[in-house]
């Protein structure tokens, strides 16, 4: 018997929904109760907790629950957080939400529950307006039209509900919400057109996601965004064609999506100032014209993706960027060669600078390496493919063992291939080197890489048998019912 105890946190203890040990307890001032990651597959009621009427904090997230949303939740006139997010659960929530009216936090994120997003804000209990801060709804099923008009939420600091179905245009009344910190609309059907008006209450604003959507952003160029912005995301919205010369006033960006935006203007110099700050940026799929910056040694980003647009010139001579995890510079006019301090990026993992114009040969990367004590590099994918570079196959990829992608097709690469590719690439699975100058026989060390799910040696000059090993490679056998290999990571794979 424990009536005393407030606090109850059973996070991921492989409990059942029926727990026996658990009704008797007598939590009769139980006030926090955390049953997250453990009745997986079970129906959300009925269940003992139900009867814990006391409650202040519930938390039932990622248990697999399924039915409808419960009644019972009525019965909890104390109940100040309620966590329900990621399970199974159907239909509207209960209008018996009416009776919370102490709620301040509501997470059913990445549920089924469906129908008007309208009437949902109608069940929110009316007598909580005031004091709820949070309202996690993302990727349910919920439709129709946000509410043109709406009873002021005046302490709410965070709308999320991305990942629905909802229709029409951004209602003026999401700019009345002054302590709103995080927004996101993203991965919706919305349409129309965002203006000044709709952000201009918004000063304490952290996180904008609007990606995904028709919506048009109309911005004066001497608007002046919320200055606490930190994370912005309006992938496929109507942005350009103009560079948004907003961008200039934000000093504090961590995430920047701005792909595929209808962009086609030159990138401003100060904006590189304003990237530097950036941990992951993407402008892919845009018409920008301009150069990359001479360095980016300022840069702490992790994530750069400049595929699809009309960059010109050299890459940066000095990259810097040590925290740099993932470079997407293809589609693109780059020019020259690649610069040795690429090699330097001890977290590297996913170059791909394919269809520029760069020349010459790979830097040496195992000598650079080993002058800063690098025993090994962190690659493992790595696309060169539709340049104009030569040289032999790269000694350097042998210190790279985590390699899994490698694409250096339509180049001027020659030589042989070399015997250690079997050994020293044991992830290998992904391998093009079609249309080059490569000679001499196929090594049959190439056939000891059996997770090689794709081997394109196309228009070369190879001679000899293929060798017979090559029945070893068992990734390529085609299991039933999957008969396509796909890779996500790489926009595309060109003839």
């Not at 799929?285 to 009309?310: C, F, K, V, W, Y």
Request: with cysteine; proline share 5%.
């Amino acid at each position: 018997m424990l009536p005393s105890l407030k606090v109850l946190r059973l996070s991921d203890c492989n409990l059942r929904a029926s727990s026996y040990s658990l009704q008797i307890s007598n939590l009769t001032s139980l006030e926090t109760l955390d049953l997250s990651y453990n009745f997986y597959n079970t129906s959300i009621t009925p269940n003992w907790f139900w009867g814990l009427t006391g409650l202040k904090y519930l938390d039932i997230s990622w248990n697999g629950l399924y039915g409808q949303f419960p009644d019972e939740i009525g019965n909890m006139t104390s109940m100040v957080m309620f966590d329900l997010q990621m399970n199974n659960l159907v239909g509207m929530i209960s209008s018996n939400l009416q009776n919370l009216c102490s709620l301040e936090k509501f997470y059913a994120r990445g549920n089924n529950i469906n129908g008007s997003i309208t009437e949902f804000f109608l069940r929110l209990p009316s007598c909580s307006w005031n004091k709820l801060t949070r309202v996690l709804l993302s990727s349910n099923n919920l439709t129709g039209s946000l509410p043109t008009k709406l009873k002021p939420l005046s302490n709410l600091s965070g709308l999320i509900l991305g990942n629905n179905k909802l229709t029409g245009p951004v209602p003026l009344w999401i700019g009345e919400l002054m302590k709103l910190t995080e927004l996101d609309l993203s991965y919706n059907n919305l349409e129309g057109f965002i203006n000044e008006e709709h952000l201009s209450g918004l000063e304490s604003l952290e996180k904008l996601w609007l990606s995904n959507n028709s919506i048009a952003l109309v911005l004066n160029s001497t608007w002046v965004p919320p200055s606490n912005l930190t994370d912005i995301g309006l992938r496929s919205c109507l942005l350009g064609p103009k560079f948004p010369l907003w961008l200039r006033w934000l000093t504090r960006l961590d995430n920047l999506d701005i792909s595929n935006t209808n962009i086609s203007d030159k990138v401003p110099d100060w904006f590189w100032a304003v990237a530097s700050t950036v941990r992951t940026l993407n402008m892919r799929h845009n018409q920008i014209i301009g150069s990359l910056p001479s360095t980016m040694e300022h840069m702490r980003a992790t994530a750069i993706d400049l595929s699809s647009n009309q960059f010109i010139g050299p890459l940066p001579s000095d990259f810097g960027a040590p925290s740099l995890a993932r470079l997407i510079l293809f589609d693109n006019s780059i020019s020259g060669t690649i610069p040795s301090s690429l090699c330097k990026l001890r977290l590297l993992l996913l170059l791909d600078i394919s269809e520029n114009k760069l020349t010459g040969q790979i830097p040496d990367c195992a000598a650079i390496t080993s002058e800063t004590n690098m025993t090994s590099m962190s690659i493992n994918n790595l696309s060169l493919r539709n340049n104009n570079l030569s040289g032999e196959f790269p000694s350097f990829l042998q210190h790279c063992p985590q390699l899994s992608f490698l694409d250096l097709a339509h180049n001027h690469f020659f030589g042989t291939l070399p015997t250690w590719i079997g050994d020293k690439l044991p992830y290998l699975a992904f391998l093009r080197l079609r249309s080059n100058k490569f000679y001499g026989r196929i090594p049959e060390e190439l056939t000891q890489i059996v997770n090689l799910q794709y081997l394109d040696l196309s228009y070369n000059n190879m001679t000899g048998s293929i060798p017979k090993s090559i029945v070893n490679i068992k990734g390529m056998i085609l299991v039933k019912d999957y008969d396509v290999v796909t890779w996500s990571h790489i926009p595309r794979i060109s003839r």
